[in-house]
């Protein structure tokens, strides 16, 4: 795993993306890696949008943390696969108010 230690929330080690990376469009398809931050460990590190997909089908948690709220990142079962926030029942944008890098 590229993941360090981690937060944990229970079992399940938590990291928080903090910038985004898209080429080719503007939309949550057009991910193509994310910076994470891990706040157990001080790590920060790059992950692509499919290393990111296979962490959290594996288990992982990341989510995104606008300092107000605190919304998970899931895997929207797409062709490629990619990554969307979720919350309360609704599929939302946090993920595109991230910075860019």
Known sequence: MFFGAGET??????????????????????IASVR?????????????REQMVDWIRKGGDARVNDGVHEVRVRVRDANPPYIQTYADGVWTDNLLALPTF
């Open 36 to 48: 994470w931050n891990d706040p157990a460990s001080g790590d920060t590190n790059v992950a692509t």
């Open 9 to 30: 929330k229970g079992d399940v080690h938590v990291v928080y993306i903090t910038q985004r990376h898209m080429v080719g469009g503007h939309r949550h398809e057009h």
